[in-house]
């Protein structure tokens, strides 16, 4: 926003901050299905024990509805700015659940 002088355009600004939401939004839901996949290693390992669905504070149901609430909850923040932006977003989410996926297999993998 520095860049293109519109730092003190308030739709610039509002736009940034809800895409931003969204961002973050986006990120979590992937966040919280990693640790839903690593569930069981995470109980075994010394500090991941303690993030609230290994250590039970939170139940793995509750992430179940989360990741799609979120994902929701950032698709209707998208639907709010320009179209291009939904197409960075699903960028965005393809390489954070690859990332996730990929994780997840070469666990499997090194299991086996």
Excluded: C
Aim: proline residues 7%.
């Amino acid at each position: 926003m520095l860049a293109s002088h519109q730092f003190f355009n308030p739709v610039a600004i509002l736009d940034a901050a809800v895409a931003f939401v969204a961002f973050g939004l986006t990120a979590s839901s992937a966040y919280l299905l990693n640790d839903l996949m690593d569930l069981t290693a995470d109980r075994h390992h010394p500090r991941k024990r303690r993030r609230p669905f290994a250590s039970g504070d939170l139940p793995p149901s509750a992430g179940f509805w989360l990741v799609p609430s979120l994902l929701l909850g950032a698709s209707a923040l998208a639907a709010l700015l320009p179209p291009y932006f939904a197409v960075v977003l699903v960028g965005d989410l393809k390489r954070l659940f690859e990332g996730v996926l990929t994780e997840w297999v070469s666990f499997v993998l090194g299991a086996v």
